[in-house]
């Protein structure tokens, strides 16, 4: 079979840059196409300076012209960026793989039109390692529904602006579904001073901050005499990168529709 031919989007970004990587490394994957944002230093610069080495695709800011002849766009920038990457990927014909976070509903619904058309695997987190630590929650759950005290706890780089990471709620999200608990009137988000004893039917979380710390989320269920602990520590954004170039493999060939990383990974 012949390689894909992916577009990737936002190359300056830190995700662009190991999307870059990811698809240099990758014999099933071609890079067709680099886009960044118009204004970007890089424009007209080979993609391959950040990739080690050169490419023969230049930078450009012209989607629909980096677009011709693609398979897939992939695409981890900005909402904006991405509404205007949907109609140039309808109109090329190519996959979106949307990995871009932050929609509003306006943008959200502009991705399940376009869904109609062209296939989309969008995706809070592509990491294959979360989204398995989800699936393993829920089961978790129902296993430990009784007599076991449920905490999230997250740990994030120093430059994180909000607090707890969509992740970590995601996952109490997972476990509350698995538990017929709704999260909001059962999550705790912090605690000091007196507190009051632990109520049981409550999920708390507990953030931590500081240095590179790329992304940790532990799952714990605490009982009398035992404690189950699920964890998943992600180290560079590569796991991110394959996860989408995974999806973006796994989407060629489907036809139209809206899928996540739960279809890709058969975990449904
Ligand atoms: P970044 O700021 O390092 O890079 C953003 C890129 O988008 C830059 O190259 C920038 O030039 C480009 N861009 C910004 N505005 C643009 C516009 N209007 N038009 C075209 N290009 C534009 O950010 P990052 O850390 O790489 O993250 C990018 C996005 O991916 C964020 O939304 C982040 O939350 C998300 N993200 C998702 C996952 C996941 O697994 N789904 C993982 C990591 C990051």
């Known amino acids: 079979m012949s390689a894909l031919k992916t577009v990737i989007a936002g190359v300056s970004g830190r995700m662009g840059r190991a999307l870059l990587e990811a698809v240099a490394a990758d014999p099933a994957c071609a890079l067709h196409g680099a886009l960044d944002r118009a204004g970007s230093q890089t424009l007209g610069q080979d ?31 900005r909402p904006e960026a991405t509404c205007a990457y949907l109609d ?48 393993l929650s829920e089961m978790a759950a129902r296993v430990l529904a009784e007599g076991y005290d449920i905490e999230i ?39 000091e001073g007196v507190t009051g004893e632990r109520r049981p039917d409550t999920i708390g979380f507990a953030t931590v901050r500081g240095g590179d710390i790329v992304g940790d989320h532990t799952l714990l269920f605490a009982g009398v005499g035992e404690r189950v602990e699920l964890t998943h520590k992600a180290s560079s954004r590569a796991t991110f990168a394959q996860g989408a170039l995974r999806a973006a493999k796994w989407l060629q060939g489907r036809g139209p529709g809206l899928y996540d990383m739960r279809d890709v990974l058969s975990l449904k």
């Open 153 to 191: 706890i997250e740990a994030h780089h120093r430059h994180k602006v909000d607090a707890p990471s969509g992740t970590a709620l995601g996952l109490g999200q997972a476990v509350a579904g698995a538990l017929g608990r709704d999260l909001k009137a059962c999550a705790v988000y912090g605690r």
């Open 47 to 77: 993609a391959g300076i950040y990739a080690g080495g050169k490419s023969g695709v230049a930078i450009t800011e012209q989607a629909a012209m980096a677009l011709t002849g693609a398979d897939v766009l992939v695409d981890f920038t």
């Open 88 to 135: 140039a990927c309808r109109q090329a014909g190519a996959n979106i793989i949307i990995g871009t976070t932050g929609f509003d509903a306006a943008g959200k619904a502009a991705i399940e039109a376009a869904a109609k058309e062209i296939g989309i695997v969008f995706a809070p987190n592509f990491s294959v390692g979360v989204n398995l630590l989800m699936k």
